[in-house]
Structures are given as structure tokens and as C-alpha cells.
């Protein structure tokens, strides 16, 4: 089964630059979509397919995807990002289901 | 605007078989491309994905749950319905669905608001 490996958290300074990664075996091969979860809410989409926003999302999120690891970017971080982000996949191998990886806990410091 | 909202009991006991119910306003089931999913997430635990059933009436499972999902919509009440066999504590989690725009792609969006289901004697 395919596995999505993501670090448990992840600290950033306001104002700063925030990186969360996603592992996957060739990953680079797949759509990646990302959700931001923050605490007693669904989770919202804020990229989609590597790289796309959905409307809505600052443009201060962006992603991208290459190789065996796939990455959200969120620039010029706020007190407001601070958050649980998840990426998923579809896995298209024999079994054909969603993958989510295991989650990232942002803090802004 | 797309919404969805899902319901059925907030409490069910252990081998009991849970229903869950989907309404959606917003969009339409019988349009092509477009899906429903389930996802699980157990407090303080991470995102699980159920199952997604798509406009053709194509459907999904995850391989380790399948034996105990079953997911039916009804495109004229704008439902999806999942059910999930025999119980069990584990099963505790607030229970989402989501809207799946692009088939073969799969990404949720939107979400409902979920809906917390304990399962104990």
C-alpha cells in the first residue's frame, strides 16, 4: 500500500517561511492535494493538483511536487496559519483509494 | 454554493451498524466527473479515507474497511448514505463528507461540518 510520510510538526517565526513536506515513493508521479485543519473544524483545501489554489487561498500558499517528495509552502506565515496540514493522493495502484498522509502541526511561534 | 451536511446517531453500541447520511446541496450526483467521499479522523488522530462513490455509481472502498462499508446515494434527494458494519470502540471519530470535484483526481472540496459518532456500551 502507499504510504504518505509527513513530519509531525513543524515551527516557524511570523513573517517567516514555512515548509511542510510530504514523502511518497515517486510522488512527482502523482497529484497532490493539501488541507488545512484547525482545531474543532473540517478540513479546507488550500492547493490542489501539486500547485493549484482553490478561490479564496492567499496566495501566500503554494506547493509543488517532484521526485519522491512534494512540499506546501506558505510564505510570510500568521499567527492565523497556525494549524494541522495534510496532504493526500490518489492511489491508483491495484487497490485505486485516497491516501492521506499522517498530518502536520504548524505553530507559529 | 456547495454544502454538505451529514447525520445519523451520535452513539451506537459495540457490533451495531452505524448509518450515516450525506445531504448535499449545491451540486448535482448525476453530473459527470463529480463523486461524494467519507473520512474518518479519531480525536486527535489523523485523517482516514472510507469510500467515494461517483456520479456513474462507481464506487470506492478503503481495502482495509471494505468488508464493513457500504456507500449508496440517491441523486434525487441529493444524499449519499454510508453504512459500516459491526462496530467497535476503534471506530470512534467525527465522521466527514466531502464533495469530489474532478474524478481520477479526487480532492475534497468542499467538506461538511462532521459529525462526532462514539461507539460504547
Known amino acids: 500500500s502507499y504510504v504518505l510520510t509527513q513530519p509531525p510538526s513543524v515551527s516557524v517565526a511570523p513573517g517567516k517561511t514555512a515548509r511542510i513536506t510530504c514523502g511518497g515513493n515517486?510522488?512527482?508521479?502523482?497529484?497532490v492535494h493539501w488541507y488545512q485543519q484547525k482545531p474543532g473544524q473540517a478540513p479546507v483545501l488550500v492547493i490542489y493538483?501539486?500547485?493549484d489554489r482553490p478561490s479564496g487561498i492567499p496566495e501566500r500558499f503554494s506547493g509543488s511536487n517532484s521526485g519522491n517528495t512534494a512540499t506546501l509552502t506558505i510564505s510570510r506565515v500568521e499567527a492565523g496559519d497556525e494549524a494541522d496540514y495534510y496532504c493526500?493522493?490518489?492511489?491508483?495502484?491495484?487497490?485505486?483509494?485516497?491516501?492521506f498522509g499522517g498530518g502536520t502541526k504548524l505553530t507559529v511561534l | 454554493q456547495i454544502t454538505l451536511k451529514e447525520s445519523g446517531p451520535t452513539l451506537v453500541k459495540p457490533t451495531q451498524t452505524l448509518t450515516l447520511t450525506c445531504t448535499f446541496s449545491?451540486?448535482?450526483?448525476?453530473?459527470?466527473?463529480?463523486?461524494v467521499g467519507w473520512i474518518r479522523q479519531p480525536p486527535g488522530k489523523a485523517l482516514e479515507w472510507l469510500a467515494l462513490?461517483?456520479?456513474?455509481?462507481?464506487?470506492r472502498y478503503s481495502p482495509s474497511l471494505k468488508s464493513r462499508l457500504t456507500i449508496t446515494k440517491d441523486t434525487s434527494k441529493n444524499q449519499v448514505v454510508l453504512t459500516m458494519t459491526n462496530m467497535d470502540p476503534v471506530d470512534t471519530a467525527t465522521y466527514y463528507c466531502?464533495?469530489?470535484?474532478?474524478?481520477?483526481?479526487?480532492?475534497?472540496?468542499?467538506w461538511g461540518q462532521g459529525t462526532l459518532v462514539t461507539v460504547s456500551s
Open positions: 493538483y501539486d500547485s
Open positions: 466531502a464533495h469530489s470535484p474532478a474524478a481520477a483526481e479526487n480532492w475534497f472540496d468542499p
Open positions: 515517486n510522488i512527482g508521479s502523482k497529484s
Open positions: 449545491g451540486f448535482s450526483l448525476s453530473t459527470s466527473g463529480v463523486g
Open positions: 493526500q493522493v490518489w492511489d491508483s495502484s491495484s487497490d485505486h483509494r485516497e491516501v
Open positions: 462513490i461517483y456520479w456513474d455509481d462507481d464506487k
